[in-house]
């Protein structure tokens, strides 16, 4: 049943590609291998200005009537592999007669046979000009270079939009807050079911008390966008109309169990593939995503670095497990909390898939230094990625260790 009460670390791009394998001899039996994984930095189409502008999603800016796509927008530092460009009037063709430009250090340098090299750590700016119309004040094209772009599985169903959806439980909560165990309790009895554990993802926002472990800036921005104003609370998909707070344990595990049921089952328009790496020398946690959508529409994705496995003392109650907390918010990219407009804020084309990058860094966890529960990045940090429909409520969600990858879901 529907409930509509309520009751008193970065940069933002990504490049993920793919391509089949397959192979076998005229005389032999042979097996399909599983497809390839997606690799970082090859592209999906020719890497040519010939193409259409068909063959550039999610790598192109307009402004003014003109188009200016490339054939790569996110890099790996070192990487010389060179990036093509290409310029449209009107879906028409122009580049042997337009000219494209980068930003070096505020001077406008041209580019030789619409070619550059990204290889260079940080954000490089390009535009476009043709018969008095330039791309320049409106809509500059960035190509990222980071540290590193971690491989995406392949798309199992490519042309399945069948997607499996999960449902975001928001906890507002704090070490502080008195009667916070409840909630703590409803969400350890609900979890411990391997069904809801699947079709939900955890992430808590503890803004009750600045001196939790778990505070931080991100959670306090997540907060404030949820409209938590007591404690405790949860919330799902950032939707009001499922938003409760209150005393009772009970109360909110059947809030959970009718609700999260109800929404899973609602059919979802995007589906979400992640993969993370870690840096231990570097402590750089990069996060790579690709969002497939079915339904076109406006959607933004946002990732949340989320800490497990922190002990410290919850007020309210001496059941020491309530004192072991989970997936809190300790970083969010991007910062503001609204999100990455997939396509360019553009509504997005049915069965395309779009393209997410950020990075966080292991300095914002909390670490308590010694013993059992001293800081292990691999084993205590995930990342959460959802994606909301219209910048409001989550459409899907997804979680994803260190070093590990989640591919598209379906049902």
Not at 76 to 103: H, L, M, P, R, W
Request: some cysteine; aromatic content about 10%; charged content about 20%.
């Amino acid at each position: 049943m529907k409930m509509t009460k309520f009751f008193a670390t970065l940069t933002m791009f990504a490049v993920m590609t793919g391509f089949a394998a397959c192979g076998g001899g005229d005389d032999e039996e042979t097996e399909t291998p599983p497809p390839a994984p997606v690799l970082p930095n090859e592209p999906e189409t020719p890497e040519t200005p010939e193409t259409g502008l068909e063959n550039y999603p999610n790598r192109a800016v307009s402004a003014n009537g003109l188009t200016l796509a490339a054939t790569h927008l996110f890099m790996e530092v070192g990487d010389t592999t060179t990036v093509k460009f290409a310029v449209f009037k009107d879906g028409e063709n122009v580049t042997e007669k337009a000219s494209i430009y980068q930003i070096v250090d505020g001077v406008d340098k041209k580019l030789v046979d619409a070619k550059a090299i990204c290889a260079d750590l940080g954000t490089h700016s390009f535009w476009a000009s043709y018969k008095g119309n330039n791309t320049k004040g409106d809509a500059l094209l960035t190509i990222t270079t980071v540290n590193e772009l971690p491989a995406l599985d392949a798309d199992t169903e490519p042309e399945s939009s069948d997607f499996f959806r999960r449902t975001l439980v928001l906890q507002g909560t704090g070490t502080g807050c008195q009667y916070c165990p409840n909630a703590i309790g409803a969400l350890h009895k609900f979890f411990a079911d391997e069904e809801n554990a699947e079709k939900a993802v955890l992430m808590a926002i503890h803004t009750y008390n600045g001196n939790d472990p778990l505070y931080s800036e991100g959670a306090a921005t997540l907060s404030r966008m949820a409209g938590f104003s007591t404690y405790p609370v949860i919330k799902l998909n950032f939707d009001n109309d499922y938003m409760i707070a209150g005393l009772s344990e009970d109360y909110f595990l059947k809030f959970l169990n009718n609700n999260v049921s109800e929404l899973s089952a609602i059919e979802a328009e995007t589906n979400i593939a992640v993969s993370t790496s870690y840096n231990e020398e570097t402590g750089v946690i990069s996060v790579a995503a690709k969002v497939k959508c079915d339904d076109p529409g406006e959607y933004r994705v946002t990732a949340a670095l989320v800490q497990d496995n922190v002990f410290f003392p919850q007020t309210g109650t001496s059941n020491v497990s309530y004192y072991l907390h989970e997936a809190g918010v300790k970083a969010i990219a991007p910062t503001t909390g609204y999100g990455f407009a997939l396509n360019n804020g553009a509504i997005t084309e049915e069965g395309k898939s779009y393209d997410f990058f950020c990075e966080f860094n292991s300095s914002a966890l909390y670490d308590k230094g010694t013993g059992e529960y001293a800081l292990n990045v691999l084993r205590d940090a995930r990342i959460i990625v959802y994606v909301q429909a219209n910048g409001k409520v989550v459409d899907n969600t997804v979680a994803c260790g260190l070093n590990k990858s989640v591919g598209f879901a379906y049902n």
